[in-house]
């Protein structure tokens, strides 16, 4: 393994267990096997490799393409699920994130910086779905696809604290999102999922 790649995993790991202040870079460098000096050769300071370990760290393993939609049921709830399990995941490290932000903006993980970023394939499939006449209602693609995100990533975030025993598995809670986002933006829901959702309204 490279030295910037032991740099950075030793980082995500520093971090995850201790946050940022607790991250020291001496503290980094001996988790990695290498000395202070060349973590700084690499990465220059401890906020540049505490961001990049954490952008890292964001990058799903398996991670699911939404392509031109088809089945959109089907393909944003494979999409929706993933996510949502790699969040829950990551959800103790998220948080850290959130908490030092306040004092340390910089390390934030960039939000959307590359296409292929969770925001902008949401949004791009819902415009592809409007343009095949698969969504017919009036909505904005953007802010169609924060609703559904921004679900997503509250129930991965905040799912342990709520103290339901009647809580749905996961995967019926997302599913319900996925179908309450299609009908909103005039897809036609097919099925059991548009009797979960009419029940609601």
């Known amino acids: 393994m490279e030295i910037r790649e032991r740099l950075l995993q030793a980082a995500a790991q520093v971090y995850a267990e201790v946050g940022f202040r607790g991250a020291t870079t001496r503290r980094i460098a001996e988790e990695a096997g290498v000395n202070e000096i060349t973590l700084f050769r690499h990465f220059g300071t401890k906020e540049a490799l505490v961001k ?13 393409e939404l392509g031109e939609p088809v089945e959109p049921e089907t393909e944003l709830f ?15 490290v998220i948080c850290r994130v959130m908490g030092d932000m306040v004092e340390h903006p910089e390390i934030a993980p960039g939000i959307c910086e590359e296409p292929s970023c969770e925001h902008a394939m949401v949004s791009r499939y819902l415009a592809r779905m409007r343009e095949l006449g698969l969504a017919t209602g009036e909505f904005h693609p953007d802010a169609a696809a924060g609703l559904l995100l921004g679900s997503v990533f509250t129930h991965a ?6 103290n339901k025993p009647s809580l749905p598995p996961p995967e019926e809670v997302i599913r319900h999102y996925v179908g309450l986002v299609l009908g909103a933006v005039g897809f036609r829901l097919k099925g059991a999922l548009d009797r979960k959702v009419k029940e609601t309204v």
């Open 157 to 162: 975030i905040w799912r342990d604290h709520f």
């Open 78 to 92: 494979t999409w929706a699920i993933n996510v949502y399990r790699h969040w829950y995941q990551s959800r103790e």
């Open 52 to 64: 990049a370990a954490l952008i890292m760290a964001h990058r799903q393993p398996n991670f699911v």
